[in-house]
């Protein structure tokens, strides 16, 4: 029986640990069930997950929450993009994300593909029939591995209609793909999809750009997950990450810290019941 989780799994965690928090980022009743058992069970015996926060995985707090505020930050701006037209979104590298389930005040209007892995994808199948959850009409699941299809050619195969404009994110996944496989990624993106369509993705912020009190986080998170089998293999500085969107053929609409947003949230709804994350970016494109 598998017990080592994936970080989708361990995404899913933490959205789920997050619901007990009383200013939220993200409302999410379904990312306990997107668990396997062994997270599933450790989340929901309380001592037993304080004891794992706060003392096993303290270290690596700062590189868990950003999984919040990333979530917010490309909801938002995917909320903009609904508002201007926009009725199409891809969620590359989906992994655990419930965004279909979750938002179902959005999915009305919207065609959402999701695309990862074909055994992560078998997996949440499985998870969602587990949870009696059924799979909304407008959600798409595209199996593809980055690096072997370009995301063009594998949305192809699939409903999405690359004439109409469209949104999409590449979050907690930037770090696990080598540059030219990013570079590669956001150009095929470029090339195929209608002028006016938006990007959105998160990345590891370089040593020199981390806060520093951050960069013992940012080191022990990269041996963790490098342990379970996903090692990190990239980290920029906002600005170089403008430049390769740039030569990708993006014009960047945002280019903006973890710190910077957890201030923004911070205004927005008041103090944050988590120290903000020090070692990540977000970005957002536009073609
Ligand atoms: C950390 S998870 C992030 C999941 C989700 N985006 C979120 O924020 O909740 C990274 C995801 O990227 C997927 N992934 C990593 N490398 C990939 C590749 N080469 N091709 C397709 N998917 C990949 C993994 O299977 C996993 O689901």
Known sequence: MKTRA???ELVAGMRALHQRDRVRLVEDPFALGLCGWHL?????VR??????????????????????????????????????????????????????????????????????LPEMQAMKRKRLKRMGVER???LHFVA?????VPVMAALAESSFDPARRAFLSLLGVTYYLPTDIIAETARSIAEGVAPGSRFVLDHLL???????????????????????????????????MCELMAGAGFRTLEA?????????????????????????????YER
Not at 40 to 44: A, C, G, V
Not at 144 to 148: D, I, Q, T
Not at 213 to 221: I, K, V
């Open 206 to 240: 370089d040593d020199a750009s981390a806060l520093p009190e951050h960069r013992e986080a940012r080191t022990a998170l990269r041996k963790y997950v490098a342990k379970r089998g996903e090692p990190m293999h990239s980290d920029y500085s906002p600005g170089e």
């Open 144 to 148: 593809a591995e980055l690096g072997e």
């Open 136 to 138: 909304p009409p407008g």
């Open 47 to 116: 001592p037993v997950s304080w004891f794992l926060l706060n003392h096993v995985l303290r270290k690596l707090r700062p590189g868990m929450l950003g999984v919040l505020i990333r979530v917010r930050y490309a909801e938002q701006a995917l909320e903009a993009a609904i508002r201007d037209g926009i009725a199409q979104y891809v969620i590359i590298g989906a992994g655990m994300d419930s965004f279909a389930l979750r938002r179902a005040d959005l999915m009305e209007d919207l065609q959402v593909f999701e695309l990862d």
């Open 40 to 44: 599933r069970l450790l989340i929901k």
């Open 6 to 8: 994936t970080t989708a």
């Open 256 to 284: 903006i810290t973890m710190m910077d947003l957890g201030d923004r949230f911070t205004r927005e709804l008041g103090p944050l019941p988590f120290e903000i994350p020090g070692i990540f970016a977000c970005g957002l």
